[in-house]
């Protein structure tokens, strides 16, 4: 399908890897997101007093799921309910929809299921930290986690399991911690820290905005893809 796209159609590849797939040079539009100029603070209490842990995007077990249930069981509880961790996305499989309803009758967590982008984008203001913890998975490796992005977008410090595009956003930004797959006891520590020192989460979330702004702008890079596509609709078939 690849061979076969490239002789009949225009490529515009969402990920500098993509390119080696095929034979000629294809532009490359990042996978980005619109970076507010001034998003609040990481780990700014929501209107019940509460800090927030975020996590955005697409739920299954090889997204960590399972990890994200017993993260928010744990957090509530050590916290005592002052700290919260919200789930935004849908969930694929009956089995991962029960596991997220349980947990959120149980009050370990609330859900929200999908909502519209900007919505979505909405709820990462202000929170303490946004989660990555998908797991080591073949398809994930060569990819940019696109939560990462825009956590990083929103000041949100980032707790990432070490896939390698994830580990060198966290590292060159400085904007959070890499956890190994599946350890759920270091993703909880890490953010008992921050839910003891609000502060330092806001500092690390103030380093990825100031990265974000730089290379991982929307605004910025639509520009290309916006040419492209008007230098195209003006072409000849």
């Keep these: 399908m690849e061979r076969s796209a ?72 050590r916290t005592e309910g002052r700290a919260v961790l919200e789930i935004v996305g849908p969930a694929h499989g009956s089995a991962t929809t029960e596991q997220l309803q349980a947990a959120q009758r149980a009050g370990h967590l609330e859900w929200s299921g999908f909502l519209p982008a900007d919505r979505a984008l909405d709820r990462l203001d202000g929170a303490l930290a946004g989660l ?56 909880v520590e890490q953010l008992l820290a921050w839910v003891a020192d609000p502060a330092a989460a806001a500092e690390l979330g103030r380093r990825g905005h100031d990265l974000a702004r730089r290379e991982l702008d929307w605004g ?4 290309e893809f916006v040419t492209a596509m008007e230098r195209l609709a003006g072409a000849s078939r």
């Design 6 to 77: 490239e002789r009949r159609m225009v490529l515009i590849l969402a990920d500098e890897d993509y390119a080696q797939r095929f034979a000629q040079p294809h532009l490359v539009v990042p996978n980005t997101t619109p970076v507010p100029p001034d998003p609040p603070p990481a780990g700014t209490p929501d209107e019940q007093g509460r800090l927030r842990v975020v996590y955005l995007g697409s739920l299954t077990r090889e997204r960590g799921v399972g990890e994200l249930v017993r993260v928010g069981e744990q957090l509530a509880a």
């Design 132 to 187: 990555s913890l998908l797991h080591d998975v073949e398809n994930f490796r060569p990819s940019m986690p696109t939560k990462v992005v825009e956590y990083l977008a929103h000041a949100v410090p980032v707790i990432s399991t070490p896939l390698p595009r994830a580990v060198d956003l966290v590292d060159r930004s400085g904007a959070g911690t890499v956890v190994p797959f599946h350890d759920v006891e270091q993703t």
């Design 220 to 223: 910025v890079h639509s520009a």
